[in-house]
């Protein structure tokens, strides 16, 4: 019996820029989790495009140090890492963003509100728990879409694609097997 999430496509967001490693792991983390369930991972580390920019030490690195040598004009000229990264969200079926405190990040937080404007579903992490989670997110983001742990949203996600949850949220859009 195929799974009601089967062959869809989630993306993994959340910081990278100050904690590549942590970024990394939580990913691969998800990405071995879901991949039982034939879902498709995909996160900024393993792009699905063609021609794609490899956000690993090496490049990070790289902008680091451009970035102090000031040479602002060819930092700028990797905008396109930001293009594709909003590009993964338009894409994606379903995000789960992995968020704390502590790690402070521009890009997710346009990732995030990208993908709130564009009603995706999104399953949101806080590091330091629901309890301390921002209003802002209360505000954005159904509460039930709001977990302590990523463990109890890669939970929800099981229990979904099993049909022991049922889908709670407008902002599911579906496509039939066949077209994924």
């Known amino acids: 019996m195929k799974g009601l999430l089967e062959k869809t496509n ?3 967001i959340g910081p990278m820029e100050e904690d590549l ?14 991949a039982k369930l034939n879902i498709n991972v995909w996160d900024h580390y393993s792009r699905p495009f063609l021609n794609e920019f490899s956000e690993d030490e090496k490049s ?14 060819k930092l700028s000229d990797l905008r396109n890492i930001r293009r594709q990264d909003l590009a993964l969200v338009d894409t994606a079926d ?21 993908a709130d404007f564009l ?7 806080w590091g330091e728990g629901k309890k301390k989670c921002p209003f802002w997110i209360f505000w954005t983001i159904p509460h039930n879409y709001i977990y302590n742990s ?17 889908i709670d ?10 077209y994924r």
């Open 169 to 178: 949220s407008k902002r599911w859009r579906l496509k039939k097997y066949e």
């Open 60 to 73: 990070h690195q790289k902008m680091i140090d451009l970035r102090e040598s000031e040479e602002f004009e």
């Open 119 to 125: 009603r995706k579903p999104i399953f949101f992490v």
């Open 94 to 114: 379903i995000i789960i963003c992995v968020f704390d405190k502590k790690t402070f990040s521009v890009g997710t937080f346009n990732e995030l509100f990208l």
């Open 150 to 166: 990523l463990d109890e949203a890669l939970e929800t996600i099981k229990k979904i694609n099993n049909g022991e949850k049922k």
């Open 10 to 12: 989630v993306l993994i």
């Open 21 to 34: 490693e942590t970024g990394a792991k939580t990913r691969a983390y998800a990405k071995e989790s879901l």
